[in-house]
């Protein structure tokens, strides 16, 4: 049995970690959003009525609970942009990689499990506003987790090999399928019983969980290669770097000889900027990275901007046209909803493995036709889905067909394109503080691309509903 290495990935340990944390990054989320009757009946249950849809009793919040799985969805984006815009900031990068997964991970659990506990211990006593008010909360606080722990992850795989960055993304588009073939699965048994699709939807989402903190517990915290290769259990930034280095500066000038001079003999310890390690050297290097400390992350945003921009416009197009206008092209067809995200969703695990596959990445995009890809997506996918949606084309048979592939196409395009902007843009940077930095902004940007793109879809599904 080999010991662990700190070259090389034992028994691809490190990997596999990373490819857990990508579904748990999204599968909170995506077990709110695949549970859409249990949010809207969550009060009948907790109060005791089963979910029953009798309309007997007026509820005082009866608009809210109707809108609750749109209210769930922004809830899950806008604090999930705004905790990873934070974390772009010096005092975001101070926190441990190892402090935010951990937190991000028990934070979600506990949303889960609350949110679920509640169903079968709530009772009369749990009021209308009390359930709306720890509903809305939970999706909120998960929400910002998941900013917590997808910037992380980002950062994190961003100091690796190439493969780390797709492999998670890979597990993060898998997460999306495994909650679409359980709704499938649901919906085949004829389940009536909203409670127990969020039974199987939020236990299958807490056991990952759970089974993501062990692995990072065991396999990244005391893992010689991620210790050596990235900052894992390092809060070190450029700016404490700067601020460490001031005060050695301070010190030694306060302790210079009487001449007036420095001591040329003195040796002050020098941080070493890739592990956040101190070494011994002249007391002359002492100030050498003040300069850096306060446009480190500005310039990494103008050195990235390139793939920032295709990386926005990637998921822009996607969520002006996903799910939102795809669902209007048969709104009537039950399963066809169901079918769309499936087929979108499974594309979207085959261009992110495609694209990342440390042998053979043949849905690799090179740098230099990333922004072409990026256009083509939009000129061709968003009028063709506009003009599907408009209800020009009446052979239902043939529009199942089309618009189902045309999905796959998107979530193949999507998977492999967005997956080459987030290996591309770290790869230049030469430090792993800066590749943290791109890391990081990579995920701001694929995350600003989806609220931008779904406030579009809103009024292109609001014109064709008008129309």
């Keep these: 049995m080999p010991t662990l290495s700190e070259d090389t990935d034992t028994y691809h340990m490190v990997l596999a970690t990373s490819f857990l944390i990508g579904i748990s990054t999204l599968l909170p989320y995506n077990a709110f959003l695949s549970a859409p009757d249990f949010l809207q009946q969550y009060y009948e249950i907790v109060s005791g009525d089963g979910g029953s849809s009798s309309g007997e009793e007026t509820l005082q919040y009866e608009n809210w609970w109707k809108t ?3 209210f769930s969805a922004l809830l899950g984006v806008f604090p999930n ?13 101070r926190i441990v990689m190892y402090t935010r997964f951990c937190t991000s991970i028990l934070i979600m659990t506990a949303c889960l499990v609350i949110v679920l506990l509640l169903c079968f211990v709530g ?6 506003a009390s359930a709306l008010v720890i509903l809305l909360l939970s999706i909120t606080v998960c929400g910002a987790a998941t900013g917590l722990i997808q910037a992380t992850i980002f950062s994190f795989t961003a100091e690796l090999p190439p493969v780390y960055t797709g492999t998670a993304m890979t597990g993060m588009a898998l997460s999306g399928l495994i909650t679409s073939i359980l709704r499938i699965i649901s919906k085949a048994s004829n389940s009536d019983a909203p409670l127990v699709d969020a039974v199987i939807y939020f236990g299958f989402a807490v056991s990952i969980l759970v089974l993501t903190l062990f692995c990072i517990w065991f396999f990244l915290k005391k893992n010689p290669y991620a210790l050596n290769h990235t900052h894992i259990l390092s809060g070190e930034t450029s700016i404490r770097l700067h601020s460490r280095r001031r005060r050695e500066s301070i010190y030694y000038y306060r302790n210079r000889n009487q001449n007036g001079c420095d001591s040329q003999n003195q040796t002050t310890p020098e941080i070493d900027t890739e592990r956040g390690n101190e070494s011994t050297n002249n007391s002359s290097q002492t100030g050498a990275g003040q300069n850096a400390s306060g446009h480190n992350t500005r310039q990494v945003l103008l050195r990235t901007r390139y793939f920032l921009m295709c990386m926005f416009g990637i998921f822009a197009t996607t969520f002006i046209v996903f799910p939102g206008v795809t669902i209007e092209i048969q709104p009537e067809n039950d399963w066809y909803a169901i079918l769309v995200v499936t087929f979108f969703n499974a594309g979207d695990v085959l261009g992110r493995f495609g694209s990342s596959c440390s042998d053979k990445a043949i849905l690799l995009v090179a740098e230099q036709y990333l922004l072409r890809m990026t256009l083509l997506r939009f000129l061709v996918f968003v009028p063709l889905l506009i003009v599907l949606a408009s209800g020009v084309i009446n052979d239902d048979f043939s529009l199942l067909e089309v618009s189902l592939t045309i999905c796959f196409l998107l979530g193949i395009t999507n998977g492999a394109v967005g997956t080459s902007c987030a290996i591309h843009a770290p790869k230049n940077e030469e430090t792993r503080r800066n590749k943290n930095i791109a890391g990081n902004a990579i995920s701001c940007s694929l995350l600003g691309g989806c609220t931008i793109g779904a406030l579009v879809a809103i009024g292109i599904t609001s014109a064709l509903h008008n129309g």
């Design 81 to 93: 942009l705004l905790v990873q815009l934070l974390l772009l900031l010096p005092c975001g990068q």
């Design 123 to 128: 009772g009369s006593s749990i009021t209308e």
């Design 68 to 70: 609750m799985p749109t």
